[in-house]
Structure formats: C-alpha cells, structure tokens
C-alpha cells in the first residue's frame, strides 16, 4: 500500500506495525535472511557485519509507523536532519539499526518497486521504505541505514548513502518507531 501526501502527521493515512526483535545473535540473523532468500546490497552487507550492528539478547516489540516526507510537512522535499527533527516534535523516534532486518523478516508482501534505476539515481528508489535510525558515522562514504525494496519479486535489505545536504522527496517513505506511552 502506497501513501498520499494529503494531511501531516498524526493526521494522515499512514501504516503501523508492531515487530518482534530481539532474541538472536548477528549470526543468526544474517542466517535466518538467507533462509528467506532475502537479498542484500553490499551497503546492507557493510551496516550488517560493523562493529556497531548489535542485536538485543532479549525479545522485545516495538511499535512502527510508515509515512511520507510530505506527511511531516515537507512538500518540497527535506534533509535527513530536518525529517529526523519535525518527527521527533510529532512524537516519533529514531528505530535501532536492528529493525532493518527482523522488519524486513516480518514485512514479506511489500508491493513491488519499479525496476527503473536511471531516472532516480542519487534518489530512494520508487516503492522503497527506509527506516529511520541514527545515523552510525558521519564518514559520507558509510551507509547511514536500511531500507526494504521488493524488485522483481526478490525482497531486498539494502543499506544507503546519503550526505547532510541530500534532499528526500515528498513521497520518500520512512518508518519510525512511536514513542514509549504513545503505543496503540
């Protein structure tokens, strides 16, 4: 399901899901995507096998909620620190790096992306979902997080490049995590 740009957070149509994390070493996480046939870019490779990649030894649930760049209020498109910032005064959180993987392990009928790179390139691919999380190094040359993507009926994990000046489309979609006392 796609999103309009119509209303701004908390009053718009958006998409919230709770997920499972926790309870698996790397290891074993990295082996349950391949048990998917989940594909991963060598960006998501990077962000997977760094030091600061950790996974919780505890299970716990966190409450996500999928919008537009246009949903915060940007109709002309916004920087990563400007989407972070009006999320954060809206309610929303940064998600831990680890969500990348269990909610690409959970979200396995996302609706096919456009296969069409050219046209959108230095830009998040057409049926993308990138999840907002802190952003690991400030090295421009390092993924600074994850996104999901189905192409050609393969589910992707991938990682992503992007500087402080980039600017995300309107109907860029992105998934943060509700705050504590604000989960449904």
């Known amino acids: 399901m796609r999103i309009s740009n119509e209303g701004t957070y908390p009053d718009c149509l958006n998409i919230t899901r709770t997920v499972e994390l926790g309870g698996l070493t790397k290891e074993q996480l990295i082996q349950k995507l391949q048990e998917y046939s989940i ?23 966190l409450h996500t909620v999928e919008l537009t760049v246009g949903n915060l209020g940007f109709l002309e498109g916004a920087t990563t620190a400007q989407i972070f910032k009006k999320a954060s005064e809206l309610g929303l959180e940064l998600c831990p790096l680890e969500l990348g993987p269990y909610l690409r392990l959970k979200y396995l009928d996302q609706s096919e992306g456009d296969s069409r790179t050219s046209i959108q390139q230095h830009q998040a691919p057409t049926g993308s979902i990138t999840i907002a999380t ?19 009926g393969e589910l992707w994990l991938r990682g992503y490049i992007a500087d402080d000046l980039h600017v995300w489309d309107p109907y860029d979609h992105f998934i943060f995590c509700l705050k504590k006392g604000l989960n449904k």
């Not at 490779?45 to 950790?54: D, G, W, Y």
């Not at 802190?134 to 050609?152: C, V």
């Open 134 to 152: 802190a952003i690991l190094t400030e090295d421009d040359d390092f993924p600074k997080g994850f996104y999901l993507r189905r192409i050609n």
């Open 39 to 61: 594909l991963i870019n060598e960006y998501g490779k990077r962000l997977l096998t760094n030091e600061k990649f950790t996974t919780s030894d505890i299970k716990y649930r």
